[in-house]
């Protein structure tokens, strides 16, 4: 099992950024396949941008290409999602996820973060 601890939420203005980060224990970083998830009220759950363990590929939902860069510190166990040009529909609660060797970026996966709030005022 892995755990998750998220933090770089906030309230922002639209046009502002932030960076998300996410720190991993408990296995070892390098064999983890992982992503962000968000989940605004009322919606389904929506993945953002992750990758697989054994590829340099980071795969982003089309509502966030261009604008959020996902990236991986395995030296130190983190991800990181660094947010530009946030937008009013960016405003949720944003998750981060893991599975050991899993072969997809959009999931399944084993284990979750608590989330971190991003709230983006127009």
């Known amino acids: 099992q892995v755990q998750l601890i998220e933090s770089g939420g906030g309230l922002v203005q639209a046009g502002d950024s932030l960076r998300l980060s996410c720190a991993a224990s408990?296995?070892?970083?390098?064999?983890?396949?992982m992503a962000w998830f968000r989940q605004a009220p009322g919606k389904e759950p929506e993945f953002v941008a992750g990758f697989v363990w054994s590829a340099y590929n980071i795969y982003y939902a089309d509502s966030v290409k261009d604008r959020f860069t996902l990236s991986r510190d395995n030296a130190n166990k983190r991800m990181y999602l660094q947010m530009n040009n946030l937008k009013a529909e960016d405003t949720a609660l944003y998750y981060c996820?893991?599975?050991?060797?899993?072969?997809?970026?959009?999931?399944?996966?084993?284990?979750w973060g608590q989330g971190t709030q991003v709230t983006v005022s127009a």
């Open positions: 408990g296995r070892s970083f390098s064999s983890l396949t």
């Open positions: 996820a893991a599975t050991m060797y899993g072969n997809s970026a959009r999931g399944p996966y084993d284990d």
